[in-house]
């Protein structure tokens, strides 16, 4: 049995496993840390970690961007955000180029290899997320994202 947000605050329903009961809590993190896993293993042959998915996510998104405005949108540290480049670029996926309109500031861009290696992972991830909730009905997918959206706002 799974225990809601309804037994929230009364005693003796803490969020604590109570004999065989898992709480909802206890299941979300649970089948967040599968994805998790599968995610990074379906990441693993492009040698692209979550945190640089996500940047190439955000610059095909939004085109160049400067490094602090992608450190904003990626809810990081600038430095983290550098470092993220750093390792994109190396591998040719991201360049660097000057801000045309500051010429202190600096750009981060795709390049055509890293959107093409974009495309692959999210045919990749698109595979790995059909396997993950296949296991549901279309209706529960409905229902669950809806309510993955209500929970997001």
């Not at 405005?69 to 990081?76: E, M, P």
């Not at 990749?124 to 994202?145: C, K, S, W």
């Amino acid at each position: 049995m799974i225990q809601g947000s309804e037994t929230a605050g009364r005693p003796g329903t803490d969020g604590e496993e109570t004999g065989g009961d898992e709480t909802l809590a206890d299941a979300f993190q649970s089948v967040a840390r599968m994805l998790r896993e599968t995610s990074q293993e379906t990441l693993a042959p492009w040698d692209v970690n979550p945190s640089q998915f996500r940047a190439l996510r955000v610059l095909n998104h939004h085109g160049a961007l400067r490094l602090s405005d992608l450190s904003v949108r990626l809810h990081i540290a600038p430095r983290s955000a550098t470092e993220v480049v750093d390792a994109l670029e190396s591998r040719g996926l991201v360049e660097r180029r000057p801000d045309p309109h500051d010429r202190r500031a600096t750009l981060a861009e795709l390049t055509p290899q890293g959107t093409g290696v974009l495309r692959a992972i999210r045919a990749a991830r698109g595979t790995e997320a059909e396997r993950v909730f296949d296991r549901l009905t279309p209706a529960d997918r409905d229902h669950l994202a809806r309510i993955l959206r209500q929970l997001q706002s």
